[in-house]
């Protein structure tokens, strides 16, 4: 019986709008001869006047004013057959029909207009994104071809570099072409990471259960004498909104305390929920960073080895209004913090806080 009804409903409201309005208008005109002109009852039933031509100003907008003049004239000429006079009453009550009329239609026109320029607006949007998306597969598929073809001609050079290093006896010969050998193994690593980096931005950002990101890095991890502790965002599990490249953010933070912490033997992931902020936490147990380099560390080209890969840890972050910045004391290790706003975290199956933080903003 509710599908009965409600295809009834659909058949009655939405595909036959001009037969609907005629049925109700007929009611209206018999109902204005029965009770007006028969009973001599000049009240309350012209409220259904009201309530046909808020319907038909939903459907055709001020054209709906036409019906309320005809409703304004029928009462008009039934009250004067009533009567033998035209009442003021009357009069006033036919303006008032014409007047809601206008009101309602003139209202209910610019919600569509509105409505229809915010359809135009995410069509062009969309096509903007398509577009958009297009154009870096493009640039992607272009990067990737150019990228593989220097790589090939790279190993070339070295290849050579190293026929004519096994030739020369010449000892300062031999020291410019090592130098040669570093700038040719500097471009390739460059080369080489921008393959990882090349798509930031691109899709859409996700959730990322922070706790299966570190598994999934540990799981891979050959430094035996490293321990990886991820106790601190695993109960409660925290999920995250950042680009998909996060993953790569925890295995550059990792390298670099493999590759600059010297005496690394712990790397600890906790958490601190400060206000409506989360703060995911990123330390180890290596030299730390001195004072002069903090304020350096996220410019691009800082560092030792491509010099870019905390500069584009920052740019990934920004991109769902994260930021990052390092508080660790020199000695005693790295401390890096990632700030994290309300609305772009969550803890997974939590009773106490099962669902998104609101953002307050």
Aim: contains cysteine; negative net charge; glycine residues 6%.
């Amino acid at each position: 019986m509710p599908v009965q009804n409600d295809e009834f409903c659909q058949c009655l409201v939405v595909k036959s709008k001009g037969y609907s309005l005629a049925i109700f208008i007929a009611f209206a005109i018999i109902l204005e001869f029965i009770v007006h002109y028969t009973l001599q009852i000049s009240i309350v039933y012209t409220h259904l006047f009201y309530l046909i031509i808020i319907i038909a100003a939903i459907w055709f907008q001020r054209k709906a004013v036409l019906i309320a003049i005809f409703f304004g004239l029928l009462h008009i000429g039934v009250t004067y057959l009533v009567l033998g006079y035209i009442s003021a009453d009357s009069v006033f009550r036919a303006c008032i029909l014409c007047m809601i009329a206008y009101i309602v239609g003139s209202l209910v026109r610019c919600l569509n207009e509105y409505r229809e320029e915010e359809v135009l607006e995410k069509e062009e949007l969309k096509k903007t994104q398509d577009a958009y998306q297009t154009a870096n597969k493009k640039l992607n598929i272009l990067s990737s071809i150019t990228r593989h073809d220097i790589l090939n001609q790279l190993t070339a050079l070295l290849g050579y570099q190293e026929i004519a290093r096994e030739m020369c006896n010449d000892a300062s010969l031999l020291e410019i072409m090592k130098k040669e050998q570093h700038a040719a193994d500097a471009i390739r690593r460059q080369i080489e990471f921008t393959r990882h980096y090349q798509d930031i931005g691109i899709r859409s950002p996700v959730w990322h259960n922070i706790s299966e990101v570190v598994q999934k890095i540990r799981s891979t991890f050959q430094y035996e004498n490293i321990s990886i502790d991820i106790a601190g965002i695993s109960s409660p599990p925290i999920e995250i909104y950042a680009d998909p490249l996060f993953p790569l953010i925890c295995e550059n933070l990792i390298d670099n305390s493999i590759r600059h912490g010297e005496h690394v033997t712990k790397i600890l992931f906790s958490s601190e929920q400060t206000g409506f902020e989360l703060i995911l936490i990123y330390q180890d147990n290596g030299v730390g960073i001195t004072p002069d380099e903090k304020a350096k560390i996220f410019n691009r080209g800082f560092g030792k080895h491509t010099g870019m890969g905390l500069f584009l840890t920052q740019e990934i972050l920004a991109i769902t209004d994260l930021s990052i910045r390092e508080t660790g004391e020199q000695g005693k290790g790295v401390r890096f913090e990632i700030f994290v706003p309300a609305g772009s975290f969550q803890f997974v199956n939590s009773e106490k806080n099962p669902t998104t933080i609101p953002d307050q903003g």
